[in-house]
């Protein structure tokens, strides 16, 4: 049996990084999972559950090389080096919604470091109020957030979760007439 010892040096660094991306998928199976088990509606998951992602990792190491700094990102910059977690802290994004999946993007942004140094921001916008149905789906807001508007409340719970992240709310609505905003 051939083993490739590049593909073996890339699993062995990279096996002990815990990344929030990876994470999330695995706890949403895992809670899809357990949710079958208690109810016994769906059947579960009889099978190996194999996710290959080694195209994420870099084919070679990037300039600058793949040192961790011992942060709270290093498990990042040691599948994708320093350089890689510099760009992200630095980015500039326009999330439009804070509802379920613009939940899950600004708790993903805010654990990855992104817009977490620089002069990187995230806007986020969403003209919606919380209403109490929002609350199964939608995990960052609270009973005592019904009322509230979307975005500037998502925005509040991220940066909890990373005091670095550089986030603004806004409750505008997207189209012709905002362009100006």
Request: charged share 15%; proline share 6%; net charge negative.
């Amino acid at each position: 049996l051939e083993v490739d010892a590049y593909l073996q040096s890339q699993i062995v660094r990279c096996c002990s990084a815990v990344l929030s991306p990876i994470a999330a998928i695995f706890g949403g199976i895992a809670g899809q999972e357990v949710l079958k088990a208690c109810t016994g509606k769906f059947h579960p998951i009889f099978q190996w559950f194999y996710l290959d992602a080694m195209e994420c990792v870099p084919k070679a190491a990037p300039e600058g090389g793949l040192e961790p700094s011992g942060g709270r990102y290093s498990a990042q910059e040691l599948v994708f080096g320093p350089a890689f977690q510099q760009t992200l802290s630095e980015l500039n994004i326009f999330l439009v919604g804070a509802g379920a999946l613009g939940c899950e993007f600004l708790k993903a942004f805010a654990c990855m470091g992104v817009s977490c140094g620089g002069p990187g921001v995230v806007t986020v916008t969403d003209d919606d109020q919380i209403e109490l149905s929002n609350l199964s789906r939608q995990f960052l807001f609270r009973n005592s957030d019904v009322g509230n508007p979307k975005s500037t409340t998502a925005a509040a719970a991220a940066k909890v979760m990373n005091p670095a992240f550089n986030v603004n709310p806004l409750q505008n609505r997207v189209s012709p007439q905002t362009e100006d905003v």
